[in-house]
């Protein structure tokens, strides 16, 4: 398995951005499908994009227009930019990663997790 370590998160103004980064202990450069997940209090872990091992993205519907997921591969690093944000963004968000071609959003498919970064954002 790989090791991730997000960094990032923190408290924002409603409207505002952040970046958070997702730096992995070995190259995913190639064969590893990559996404950000977020888990607000009290509710459900939801998958909100991913990049796949093919380079194919895709966005939830939540975030759409609003997020991006890049992966700067000299540095084994996932990022998440986040713009336009709004109180119901605020969660703890996990980078996850798989070996394989995995083209979901779902959790069970993913076998490397994060420990999550918070970002807060108020109204």
């Known amino acids: 398995q790989v090791r991730l370590v997000e960094s990032g998160g923190g408290s924002v103004q409603a409207g505002g951005s952040l970046t958070l980064s997702c730096t992995a202990s070995r190259n995913i450069a190639s064969g590893y499908c990559m996404a950000w997940f977020r888990q607000a209090p009290g509710k459900g872990r939801e998958g909100i994009t991913y990049a796949d091992s093919d380079g194919s993205t895709r966005d939830a519907d939540s975030v759409k227009g609003r997020f991006a997921i890049s992966q700067d591969k000299s540095k084994n690093t996932l990022y998440l930019q986040m713009n336009s944000l709004k109180p119901e963004d605020t969660g703890m968000y996990y980078c996850?990663?798989?070996?394989?071609?995995?083209?979901?959003?779902?959790?069970?498919?993913?076998?490397?997790w994060g420990q999550g970064t918070q970002v807060t954002v108020s109204s």
């Open positions: 996850a990663g798989t070996p394989i071609y995995c083209h979901t959003l779902r959790s069970d498919a993913y076998s490397s």
